[in-house]
């Protein structure tokens, strides 16, 4: 499945949608996953809601990121960077973590 993403100035740099893109994952997907609604994923997404610490986990976990990629994710830089970039190290990321699992 392609995931058709749309980007906004507000959202193209969070964490929680980055990793569902970067995974090819639909929201209603990763929330029928994750026991979430659709409507509390894309609430994560634009920054209207912050995550509980069990979502966080659950966000770890599905992905296969390690929590503290996700909890020390600076928006702030990520932004400077590029939606692009981001995502770029975002993936590089995953793969190094998914390499040394297998090792």
Not at 14 to 38: C, F, G, H, M, W
Request: include cysteine; proline fraction near 4%; aromatic fraction near 8%.
């Amino acid at each position: 499945m392609i995931i058709n993403a749309k980007f906004s100035k507000g959202n193209d740099t969070n964490i929680y949608r980055l990793l569902r893109i970067a995974k090819n994952v639909s929201v209603k997907e990763l929330a029928e996953d994750l026991e979430l609604t659709p409507a509390y994923i894309h609430a994560l997404e634009n920054g209207s809601r912050n995550p509980s610490p069990r979502t966080v986990k659950d966000y770890s976990v599905r992905f296969g990121v390690p929590r503290e990629i996700i909890e020390t994710f600076d928006k702030e830089e990520a932004k400077q960077n590029g939606y692009e970039k981001t995502l770029l190290w975002l993936l590089k990321t995953i793969c190094i973590h998914d390499y040394a699992q297998q090792s």
